[in-house]
């Protein structure tokens, strides 16, 4: 009789250990979708902050180029008659 009951505990114990162990494993498929997710949204912002430091880099040109054509237009203005409306260089031809 005793031996029955030990055989009763022991098969409860696997049947126990048998259904933790099913949700476990559904619990993994469902971590590894997220993992993929993750991953994914990883190389989205990896792609988003690369564009973001090109983009950058394009601004620091642009201002760049600016700067040296309110430079160009300075020196333009500043040879101009006021009278004729004419560059000074062209005057003197």
Do not use: C, F, P, Y
Not at 6 to 33: E, M, N
Not at 39 to 54: F, H, N, P, S
């Amino acid at each position: 009789m005793v031996m029955w009951i030990l055989i009763a505990v022991l098969v409860a114990g696997v049947v126990l250990l048998g259904a933790l162990a099913v949700r476990l494993l559904g619990r993994l498929s469902g971590l590894r979708r997220a993992v993929t997710r993750l991953q994914r949204r990883q190389r989205d912002a990896q792609r988003l902050r690369t564009g973001a430091e090109q983009l950058q880099n394009t601004l620091v040109e642009l201002e760049r180029r600016a700067t040296e054509t309110q430079h160009r237009l300075a020196i333009i203005k500043a040879g101009q008659d006021d009278e004729s409306g004419k560059h000074s260089l062209l005057k003197a031809r």
